[in-house]
C-alpha cells in the first residue's frame, strides 16, 4: 500500500517535471471565447478571426498603421495602378472591375495551389441563398467573377466605393468544399469540413494549421510547412479558452498559458490591478481601439428630442475623471464616432467638457425649472426621468452606468437602470428600439467606416422593414444622409476628408449619440514574447504571427 | 381535549417532575438549551436591526449610500468611511447595510411565498387524498426533477410584457428582486409541501378530525383550523432553513449575471463585483462574503435548534 | 417487481413529454432569436436576408408547430444541429455527459464516503465535542457561496502554491496524472459542497434508527455497540439517506454548474448554460431534458435500493 503511494507521488512529480521541458518553442494562448465554427463564411466571430488568421489570410487587410494591404493578393489595386477600373452596368449604374492576383507561392497544407477557382468557389457559397452565410451582402456586390489565370481574376462589384479594395474575403478551399457543398447546400454550415475534419491540412494555407481541436476546450496549432512568407518563431501555438476572467488570470500566473490574447482577454480593470501586483513579470500592453463605447438616446421620447436636453446630458458628465479615475485613463474620452487614430479625423470639431452649470441652463431654458426632491420637473408637471440600459453582467459598462446616474442626478435628471441578459438586450430591446431612454453598448467599426447603417434616415429599425439597420435612436437628417452618399462615392482623399470634417461637426451638433469612451484591449504577455503589434482595429494581431518572436 | 397537538403529550410527560408550564415556556426552554440556535437568532436578529437601522446610519455618518464619489476609490477604512469605501467611491459599510435588506428581504419573502404555496398544495394533497393527491405529487415530482439553475435561467431571461404583465411594473427598477421572490417561490415550495402532506395524512384519521367532520366542519374549516395548527413545526424549520439556501441561491445567480442588478446592491451581487478585485481591494469580496456565510450558517443553526425544540422525540 | 420497473419507466417517459413541451415553450418565451442577434450584429443584413435566414431555421412558423416538428424528429432519433457548435447535439452533448457524470460520481462518492462514517460517529456521540465539530463543518460547507470556494481554492493551490492546474481540460492524449491534476480542484468545490448536505442526512436518520424498538431489543440481547450499529442501525438509517441524495441529483447538477464555470470544465451544466444565454435551442432542450431524465432516473434507482435496504418493501 505504502509502496504504491510512493509510487504515485513519483509519477505525480515526474508529471510536473515533464510539464516544464514541454513549453520550448510553443505558445500557449489563453482567450475567452470558443469559436462556434471555424469556416469562415459562417457566422463572424472574433475567437474564429483571431485562430483563422494564423492559418489563412483574407485578400487585403488594413495593417497596424491602419493602411490597406495586400495579404493573399500580391499587388492591391488601384485607379491609379490600373488594376480598377470604373464601368457601367447594364442598368446605367456606374460599377468597378477590380483585378486581383493570388500569390504565387500560395499553396494549402495538402500542397494543392490556392488558384481562381477557390475564389469562384467561394463567391458561389457565399450568394446561395440557403447556405446561411450571414455576411450575404458582401458577395451580393460581386456581379460576377472573371478568370483570368490560375492566379489571376477580376471582381466586377456592383457600385464605385472609395474602399473597393477593402474585401475581406477569406477563400475556401474548392478541392475539399465543392462536394461537400454540392451534396446539399441547405445543410452545407452543418457538415463542412472546417467543423466535421478540422486537422485536415488542405484547409489552411497560412503559417500555421489546426492539428488538434477540441469544442470548448482548445485548438492546437502547428507550423503549416507550405507557407510562403517568413517562417514563424513557435513549432505549436495552443489556443486555450477560459471563459471566466479569473480563472484565466489565474492560468496565466500558475503558468498554463503564456499569454492573455488582448481581443479577447481581461477586462481593463482587471489589467490595471494585474499590472499593480504583476506588472513586473508581464509586459502590459493597452491599445485603444475602434470599440466605440456609445448612449443611444432614443429621439421618439419627447424628452431627447428636444436638442438642449441632449446637450445637457453630455455637459453634466465629466467623462474625463471618469476615463482617469476608473479606468487610468487608459480607455480615453470619446468625442464623436470617429477614433482620433483614424486619418479622417478633424481635431477641429468641437467637443463638449463637463460644465454642469451650463447643463443647468439648459435644462433651465428647455422648460425643466421646477425641482421637486432634487429632480426637475417641466410645467405639464412631468418628471425628467430617463430609463438607462446596457447588457447585464458587463460589470464595467454597470459601473459607468451607475457613475452616470449619480451625475446626471447633481444636475436633477434622474436615471432608472434596468438591465437586460446580452442576448435580450441586442437581439430585442435596442434592435426594435424598445429602449425609452438611453442605452449604453458600442461600436466595432474598421478604420474610415462611413456610419451608413448607424445615422442614415433609411436605416431606423422599424416592424416594416424586418428590424433591419442600426439606426436605433431614430435619427433623422437630411445633410447627413447626403455626406454618408457622397462620403462613400468620393474617391479623391482629400476632398473625402473634407465631408468627413462636416460629418464629425454636424453629429457633434446634433447629439443623436453621447459618445463616452474608446474602449481598449489590454494584451498581457510574456516577457521573452517581442514582435506582436495591437492594431487599434478589428484585424487580430495574429494576422502577423510570423513576426511574433521568442527570445527565451 | 381531543385537538390536543400530538407533541404536547410528550411535553407533559416530560414535564412530570417539574412544575406545569405553558408550552410556549416549554419550547423556548427546549429552544435555549440548543447554543449554536441561540447565538444565531442574536446574530440574525442584529443583522436585520443594523440593516433596518441603514437610514439611521447613513444620516448619522453625513454620507448618502447612493452618492458615487470618483476621487475616493476603494478608500480604506477612515472615520469618514468606518469601512472604506467601494469601487465607485460609495459608504462600503452603508452599502453593506443596505445589501442586507434587500439580501434579507429577499431570503424572507421568497421563504415565506413557498412556504405558503407548499404548505397549500401539501394540505390539499393530503386532505383530499385520491386522484388530486396523485396529481399534486406527481407535480411535485416533476419540480423537484426539474434542473434548478438552468431553469432559473430560461426564467430570468423571459419577457414580462410577453406574459401580459404591466409595462410599467416590468421596467420598474425593483423588477429583478420581484423576479427571484417569485421564481425562487415557484420551485421552493416542494418539500414544504411533501412535509405537509405527510402530516396531513396522519392527522385526518385521528380522531379529533373525524370529530370535527361528524360535528359537521367544512372541509376548508378542517383544514384551517384542525390540520394546520397541527403540521405547523416541520413547516417552521424548512422554512427557516429555506432562507438561508435562498441567500445562497440569490448569490449564485448574481454570480451568472441573472441576479439582482445594479444599482440596488445585495450581498450577492457586491460579491460578484469584488470577484475581480480580490487582490486590489480584497475588503470588498471579504466583507459580503462573510455576511452571506454568516446569516446562511446561522439560519441553518436556528432550523437545527427549532427541529430540536419542536420535535418531540429529539435526543437530548 | 419487473412491471413496477416498466411502469416507473412509463411515468417516466411521460414526464418527459411534458418537460420537453414545458422547456420548448420557456424558450421560446425568451426575447430575441438567433436571427435577431445576427441582423443586430451584422449591418448589411438586409430584411430580406433576415427573412430567408428565419425560414431557414425554421424560425417563421408558429411555436407548436415548430415543437411538434421537433418531437417527431426526436422520436426518430434526430435531435438536432447545435447552432453554438455547429455539430449534431448529441455529438456535442455525449462527451459532456461524460466529463458531468465522472465529475459528479467522483464527487459523490467522495463526500458519500466521508460523510458516512463522520455522520454514523456524531450521531452516536451527540452533542458531544465530535458532533458539534462535525456539525460545524457542515453547516459551513453548505453555507459557502460556491463560487467563493472554487476561487478560493484557485488562489490557494493554483496561485500562490502553484500545485495545481487553475481550470481548463487535461489536454488530448496526457496521461492519468495529468488527468487527475484536472480534476482535483473542481472534485473538492463539489465535494465541500455537498458534503455538508449529506453529512446531515446521515447524521439525522441515523438518529432516528437509534431510537427505533429494534435497537433497544439488540442492545436487550446484548449485542456489542458495533454489531448494532453495523447489523440494524446502519440499513434502516440509510434508507431516508438514499431517499433524500435521489431528490437533490438536481441540486448536484447546479452545484456542477458553477464549478464547471469556474473551472472552463467541459460539462453539462455549462453548455446549458451557454445554450439558454447563446440561444441555441437544440442544444438547451435536449440538455434540460437529459438532465431530468439522470434526475428521474436517480429516483427510480433509490426506490430499488429500498427493496435491497428493507425486505419489507416490495413493488408488485
Known sequence: MVTRLVGLLCALVLVLAGLGSALAAELRIGITQFPSTLNPLIDSMLAKSYVLAMTRRPLTAYDQDWRLICMLCTELPTIENGLAVPEALADGKQGIAVTYQIHPGARWG??????????VFTWEVGRHPKTGVSDFEAFRRILSIEVIDDKTFTLHLDRITFDFAATGLEILPAHIERPIFEADPATYRNRTAFDTDPANPGLAFGPYKVVEMVSGSHIVLARNDTWWGAKPAFDKITVRVIENTAALEANLLSGAIDMIAGELGVTIDQALAFEKRHGGRYDITYKPGLIYEHLDLNLDNPILADKRVRKALILALDREALSQRLFAGRQPVADSSVSPLDWVHDPETPTYGFDPEAARALLDDAGWTRIENGIRHNAAGERLTLELMTTAGNRSRELVEQVLQSMWREVGIETRIRNEPARVFFGETVAKRKFTGAAMFAWLSSPESVPRTTLRSDQVPSAENAWSGQNYTGFRNPEMDDLIDRIEVELDRAKRKVLWARLQRLYVEELPVIPLYWRANAYVLPKWLSGLRPTGHQGTTTLWIEEWRDSR | MSERPPYQL???????????RSLGALLWRRFLEHRGAVASLIVLVLLGLLALAAPLAEMALGLDATRVD??????????????????????????????????????????????????????????????????????????????????LIVLAAIDLTKLGLPEDWATSENVSLYRIVILISLVGWTTVARLVRGAALTLKAREFVRAAEALGASHARIMLVHILPNAVSPIIVATTLSVGNIILLESVLSFLGLGIQPPIPSWGNMLTGAQELIWDAPALALYPGLLIFATVIAFNFLGDGLQDALDPRAVK | MLTYVAQRLIESALVLLIMSFVVYGLIGLMPGDPIDIMVSSDPNMTPQDAARLRALYGLDRPIVERYLNWLGAALQGDFGFSRLHARPVLEVLLPRLGNTVLLMGLSFLLAFALALPAGVYAALRPRGAGDTAINLFAFAGISLPPFWLAILLIILFAVVLGWLPAGGMAPGGAGLGVQVQYLVLPIATLTLATIGGILRFVRAATMEALRQDYVRTARAKGLSERQVVFGHVLR??????????????????????????????????????????????????IGLLLATLTTLLANLAADLCYTWLDPRITYR
Open chain 2, 70 to 151: 470618483l476621487f475616493s476609490l476603494k478608500l480604506p477604512p477612515s472615520a469618514a468611511h468606518p469601512l472604506g469605501t467601494d469601487e465607485l467611491g460609495r459608504d462600503l459599510l452603508l452599502r453593506l447595510l443596505y445589501g442586507g435588506q434587500v439580501s434579507l428581504s429577499v431570503g424572507l419573502a421568497a421563504a415565506l411565498c413557498a412556504a405558503v404555496i407548499g404548505t397549500a398544495i401539501g394540505l390539499l394533497a393530503g386532505y383530499y387524498g385520491g386522484w388530486l393527491d396523485g396529481l399534486l405529487m406527481r407535480l411535485t415530482d416533476g419540480v423537484i426533477a426539474l434542473p434548478l439553475l438552468p431553469l
Open chain 1, 110 to 119: 495538402d500542397g494543392k495551389p490556392v488558384t481562381s477557382a477557390d475564389v
Open chain 2, 10 to 20: 410528550a411535553a407533559t410527560a416530560e414535564l412530570a417532575e417539574g412544575p406545569p
Open chain 3, 236 to 285: 434502516n438509517a440509510m434508507i431516508p439517506v438514499v431517499t433524500i441524495l435521489a431528490l437533490n441529483f438536481g441540486a448536484l447538477f447546479s452545484g456542477a454548474l458553477i464549478t464547471e464555470t469556474m473551472f472552463g470544465y467541459l460539462g453539462m451544466g455549462k453548455a446549458i448554460y451557454d445554450a439558454i444565454l447563446g440561444n441555441d435551442f437544440n442544444l438547451a432542450l
